[in-house]
């Protein structure tokens, strides 16, 4: 009890009663075509995980050529999800000097930080390549050449430098009063 009668429910002072949370509703308005190699390879990921699961697990009897699959699908995944969040400008960055540099230098930041990736992102396409043409060898549980898991991820690396080039374009021609609303559209809203 407090001094003036009321049940203390071990909240302070000046706490409100409950916290509301609201969902946000989903939206699938930015899927794309380019992100449908992603979401599939994804789920195929999720039924060789389970079924590795439930042989280790359920059966006693594990499938030998799951755990291998399920390695090179998970790096596949990336590397398709990586198509998705370059098309949206939104891989992973640090906006700090960005924030708080004035908005000629916030420009010049961006559009150096974008054309350090797409050199990034086009350097690793042409080493993909060559590495893709030297692999000859399988997998070791099934007989799938590993160079076709490398084109996957050369094409993606490819769509990514494809990308990467029209945020370039977008960043240099976009004037250095509206490079934050830029950044803020591209980055993540959750």
Not at 89 to 102: D, L, V
Not at 146 to 163: E, F, P, R, S
Not at 169 to 174: G, V
Request: net charge neutral.
């Amino acid at each position: 009890m407090t001094d003036d009668g009321r049940a203390h429910d071990g909240r302070a002072d000046g706490a409100p009663a409950t916290f509301a949370f609201e969902d946000e509703k989903t939206s699938i308005s930015d899927i794309s075509w380019v992100d449908a190699p992603g979401i599939f390879v994804f789920w195929i990921l999720a039924i060789i995980v389970f079924l590795q699961f439930f042989t280790r697990y359920v059966l006693n009897d594990s499938l030998a050529w799951t755990e291998e699959v399920a390695r090179y699908l998970l790096i596949l995944v990336c590397f398709l999800g990586s198509i998705s969040a370059t098309r949206r400008g939104s891989h992973i960055m640090i906006e700090f000097f960005i924030r708080s540099a004035p908005p000629a230098a916030a420009k010049a930041i961006t559009v150096i930080a974008e054309l350090i990736t797409f050199g990034f992102y086009g350097t690793i396409t042409w080493i993909g390549i060559e590495l893709t043409q030297k692999t000859r060898q399988k997998m070791i549980s099934l007989p799938i050449p590993k160079a076709w898991i490398y084109t996957i991820c050369v094409i993606a690396l490819g769509l990514m430098t494809i990308y990467s080039a029209i945020w370039l374009w977008r960043k240099f021609r976009t004037p250095k009063e509206k490079i934050l609303s830029l950044l803020e559209h591209s980055l993540p809203t959750d």
